[in-house]
């Protein structure tokens, strides 16, 4: 009789520290993605601020200069959709990266080859912090969907965090081929 006792208590002590530890694991991961959450968004500032530089710089030709200046200025004013507005940034860079002529027309231009490394390294942050948000967020959604954390709503309030998807392709190839690397 006191050894089902003991052997009831452990199990409910097992499952009760388990449990606390599964809560404990959810909750670290919600202040994961909150943490790449802050990193993607500081990249894709960072992007922008480098971005508008360039259009700035007199290094393009109006035109690429009003576009580019137009997309850096949309992906900051939050009137539509985060997302559409960085690819919309990402397709402006694409455009004035795949000029022909590009890097011709930079030759002899002050700081041109650093202002083009900068947009380079700015583009390539971009996409290491959106793919470790993402992974993070996958990691998340996995722990609470699990059967036992549904069940007992270990998550408590939390909303569900979600992926960032954005176009950032071809940006870092096409920055690089500008480059001559």
Same mark, same amino acid.
């Given at each position: 009789?006191?050894?089902? #006792?003991? /052997? ?17 694991? #959810? ?8 943490? *790449? ?10 992007? +922008? ?7 700035? +710089?007199?290094?393009?030709? !109006? *035109? ?10 949309? +992906? ?15 397709? *402006? ?5 795949? $000029? !022909?002529?590009? %890097? +011709? ?10 202002? /083009? ?7 390539? $942050?971009?996409? /290491? ?8 967020? *996958? ?6 969907? %699990?059967?036992?954390?549904? @069940?007992? %709503? ?6 569900? !965090? $979600? ?8 940006? @870092? ?9």
């Amino acid at each position: 009789m006191i050894t089902d #006792i003991v /052997l009831v208590v452990a199990a409910a002590l097992l499952a009760g520290v388990y449990v606390s530890w599964r809560a404990g694991r #959810i909750d670290r991961l919600h202040a994961r993605v909150e943490m *790449a959450r802050a990193a993607l968004d500081a990249t894709l500032l960072r992007r +922008s601020s480098v971005a508008l530089e360039l259009a700035t +710089s007199g290094l393009l030709d !109006p *035109a690429t200069s009003l576009l580019l200046a137009e997309a850096a200025h949309g +992906s900051r004013d939050g009137d539509r959709p985060r997302d559409l507005a960085e690819s919309d940034l990402t397709k *402006a860079l694409r455009a004035a990266f795949s $000029q !022909p002529g590009f %890097r +011709s027309s930079l030759d002899g231009k002050d700081g041109a080859d650093e202002l /083009l490394a900068e947009v380079e390294a700015a583009a390539h $942050q971009v996409f /290491l912090a959106r793919k470790f948000y993402n992974d993070v967020v *996958a990691l998340t959604r996995d722990a609470r969907c %699990r059967p036992l954390a549904r @069940a007992l %709503r270990l998550a408590g309030k939390a909303a569900m !965090p $979600q992926f960032f998807e954005m176009d950032d392709s071809l940006l @870092a190839d096409t920055a690089a081929a500008a480059l001559g690397r």
